[in-house]
């Protein structure tokens, strides 16, 4: 992940979900309508963590987040090394991976909008 | 999990609980069987539940298949049907005096509204469009200086309830305060919104029709006001 991180030119947004967790549920139609706002001018990158692929897909199809690139990370070692805890967590990246803002818990729509603008405004 | 929001409600209750005893102790007080304290909290909790639920059926989460779902309030609360739902749980509590009440919880609502926005301080939320103006500020760690929006919106709020409190002691046509206070409530959203962050909402819209709903249910008042004045003469004490 930090490879992908630091290769970016795009600003990233990094979201830690679980099929199993409510509050993803809760956020994933903002981050849907994120990516579709935004997602010619920054990169919207999904981790699965503590999930099976069975149920993740099924959630990424429920919810249309087949936009974004997705990585599975059954032992949450990703949001681990980002300096995250908990599910769901919201990393914002400016290009070349210098981290901007974590966002612990469930994001809401003007948090998430306020934040991508930061990313295009630098 | 995250309790600020719960910060911002409390002092939004602080607000509308701080107006109400303050126009009670003016010798304003409702003059009706219900409790414009109650019936306001009653209201406000119909509308959490009604706008929780439209947000999940707006994202296509089904509430019956995930009802644990419903008491995540802080994945999002859909404003307009909020706004819909507390209105009409006021109505249908209110019942036959609703012009009163609505009169009397105009300004203690403007007042929660304002104690509401205020709240952003607790939930580092108060920033909107980037701005150039002396009293912009930043978020931590940047550089771009932002409308602080929700203050805006705080501040307009407070204006509207003073001016609620002046008008009320002017005893105008039963129905007419309440009417115009949803106007404004509406107004002050309305002109705050180009100025907060959004992903493609259609708001501005709903805010307009408020204005206009607000303003027509006055108008009604205003025309009708003998009409409405006879029915209030006897309060009913549900006895």
Redesign the interface.
């Known amino acids: 992940m930090r490879a992908l991180l630091a290769a970016s030119k795009q600003p990233v947004v990094v979201n830690v979900w679980g099929s199993w967790c409510?509050?993803c549920?809760?956020?994933?139609?903002?981050l849907r309508?994120?990516h579709?706002?935004a997602g010619d001018d920054v990169r919207f990158v999904g981790v699965a963590v503590r999930d099976s692929q069975g149920p993740a897909r099924e959630f990424i199809d429920?919810?249309?987040l087949g936009g974004f690139e997705h990585y599975f990370d059954r032992p949450s070692r990703v949001p681990a090394d980002l300096g995250g805890r908990g599910v769901p967590i919201t990393f914002f990246f400016a290009a070349g991976g210098e981290l901007?803002?974590t966002h612990?818990?469930?994001i809401?729509?003007?948090?998430?909008?306020?934040q991508?603008?930061?990313l295009l405004?630098r | 999990?995250?309790f600020t929001l719960l910060w911002a409600a409390l002092v939004a209750a602080i607000a509308f609980y701080g107006v109400v005893r303050w126009e009670a102790r003016r010798g304003n007080a409702a003059d009706c069987s219900r409790d414009v304290w109650d019936t306001g909290i009653a209201a406000a909790l119909a509308g959490l539940v009604a706008g929780r639920l439209a947000?999940?059926i707006?994202?296509?989460?089904n509430p019956l298949t995930?009802p644990?779902?419903i008491l995540?309030v802080?994945?999002?609360v859909d404003t307009v049907w909020a706004s819909i739902g507390a209105l009409a749980a006021f109505a249908v509590l209110a019942r036959r005096e609703l012009a009163r009440l609505a009169d009397a919880a105009a300004a203690a609502a403007l007042a929660g509204l304002a104690g509401w926005h205020a709240g952003c301080l607790f939930r580092d939320?108060c920033?909107?469009?980037?701005s150039d103006l002396p009293w912009a500020y930043a978020?931590p760690?940047?550089d771009?200086t932002r409308h602080p929006v929700e203050l805006y919106a705080a501040a307009l709020f407070v204006i509207a309830a003073f001016a609620a409190l002046v008008a009320r002691r002017r005893f105008p046509p039963p129905g007419v305060l309440g009417g115009v206070a949803l106007a404004a409530a509406a107004a002050v959203r309305l002109a705050t919104e180009p100025l907060?962050?959004?992903?493609?909402?259609s708001l501005p819209a709903w805010y307009a029709a408020g204005v206009l709903a607000g303003l027509a249910a006055a108008a009604i008042a205003f025309k009708f006001r003998a009409l409405i004045s006879d029915k209030l003469q006897e309060p009913d004490y549900g006895t």
């Open positions: 409510a509050p549920r809760s956020e994933a139609p903002l309508a994120a579709a706002d429920e919810y249309g901007v803002e612990n818990g469930i809401d729509e003007r948090t998430l909008a306020l991508i603008d930061e405004a | 999990m995250e947000a999940m707006l994202a296509g989460t995930r644990g779902d995540v802080r994945g999002g939320a920033l909107g469009t980037p978020l760690g940047s771009i907060r962050p959004a992903l493609g909402t």
